[in-house]
């Protein structure tokens, strides 16, 4: 079982008692979802941890409370309301809190931190080569070339990928030469819906 931590009794004889009654009944639930987890004070609240690690926080303000679970945001957020708790009704239920504290003890175990990682960049894709048909037109106009290699790499590639993707010669040669001709004129590919 968790251990009490006098500094919060301290924080929560000094609160409302809205923000009293809440903390009474998250506190012995936050002890039962996290098992030899600790209590302290982060940020001058009330906060549970898990191996030294932030799972959630507590605050008490004039007209109402927060209880944020790390890496599962400010608990009774909707679409309607911004997680200002006032009274115990407004919190999600107690098996969503205890499965959301589990995630964040998870997390600490798997990544050492309760918040989640932000999504990993994917890398470029690789620079299409400039097809020697296609190389040979622009070279017989430098205002063509000039346009594509000035532009950004997504929108060569849409050139690139346009004119290497046809399956007929006829197609690709039709395809260079409007690719020439919308070039030289200082145009993207698809320049017809930039403004739509």
Partial sequence: MMKRDPRIDAYIAGVAPFGQELFEHLRPLVHAAIPGGEEGIKWGKPAFLYKGKNVATFAVFKAHAMFAIHGGG?????DEGSGKLTRVADLPGDNVLKDKLAAACERIDRDGTAVRKAPQKRAPKPEIPIPDDFAEALEANPAARATL????PSHRRDYLEWITEAKRSETRTKRIAQAVEQLAAGKKRHWKYEDC
């Fill in 74 to 78: 400010r608990q009774g957020e909707s």
């Fill in 149 to 152: 290699h000035a532009l950004a």
